[in-house]
């Protein structure tokens, strides 16, 4: 994944300016910044909601934002996206919020039930497929929309602030979940707020600030 010379905004005022980032394949990658920094812009380009005024963002060589309509809904389902509010439908089951997730996406009943399992059990939700959302723990929860993430079982997983709404408790396991992930291979790229997490795992780190990047480390802590 490249991102070269990426000015971002709408109409004269740019929320991103001049951006160039490389993130290679297998990556675990912390996003941080303060309010406005252009981070939470920064994903949604990613994910293919926002184009960019000028530069360059490519995957594999090629730019996506040339993409033809069908070249652009492939990539999008080789990316999975977490959010801060996990939007689950809190009456249903956890089998049933992964299976809908699945039915919405096109995916057929049968391949569901072959593929279900198997998603749920990378998550650690197999044995609580039968649970009410709503009797979750916050952890619990936020695993389902790493499940959901998955669906596809996509190359990349960005997550704007999954732990946000989280204790330290399980906000460390939704990301020690995420880690697992990354060994399997996932590019894992997290915008975050939570100084703890990213001071614990030590892995790289871009500082965004007034939609510039500030600082790229390997290794880095959270310094704003």
Do not use: C, W
């Not at 675990?28 to 530069?55: A, E, Q, W, Y």
């Not at 299976?99 to 650690?124: C, N, T, W």
Request: aromatic fraction near 8%.
């Amino acid at each position: 994944m490249r991102i070269e010379n990426v000015t971002l905004g709408y109409g004269h005022k740019n929320i991103l300016k001049d951006v160039n980032i490389k993130i290679e394949p297998g990556e675990f990658v912390f996003l941080i910044g303060g309010s406005g920094s252009g981070k939470t812009s920064f994903i949604k380009m990613l994910i293919g909601d926002l184009r960019p005024k000028t530069g360059t963002f490519s995957l594999h060589g090629k730019d996506v934002y040339k993409f033809s309509e069908k070249e652009l809904l492939a990539y999008r389902r080789n990316i999975g996206v977490m959010f801060q509010d996990y939007k689950l439908l809190r009456s249903k089951t956890v089998r049933e919020n992964v299976a809908f997730a699945m039915e919405v996406s096109g995916y057929k009943d049968a391949y569901i039930l072959q593929k279900l399992p198997e998603i749920l059990s990378r998550v650690g939700l197999l044995h609580k497929k039968e649970t009410f959302v709503e009797t979750l723990s916050g952890g619990e929860a936020q695993r389902i929309s790493v499940a959901r993430a998955l669906i596809h079982d996509p190359e990349i997983i960005i997550g704007d602030e999954p732990t946000g709404n989280l204790d330290p408790h399980n906000a460390a396991d939704v990301i020690d979940l995420l880690l697992e992930l990354n060994k399997q291979g996932k590019t894992v790229i997290i915008a975050t707020h939570d100084d703890r997490i990213v001071n614990r795992l030590k892995k790289r780190v871009i500082t965004f600030k007034d939609g510039r990047i500030i600082s790229d480390k390997e290794g880095g802590g959270y310094e704003l």
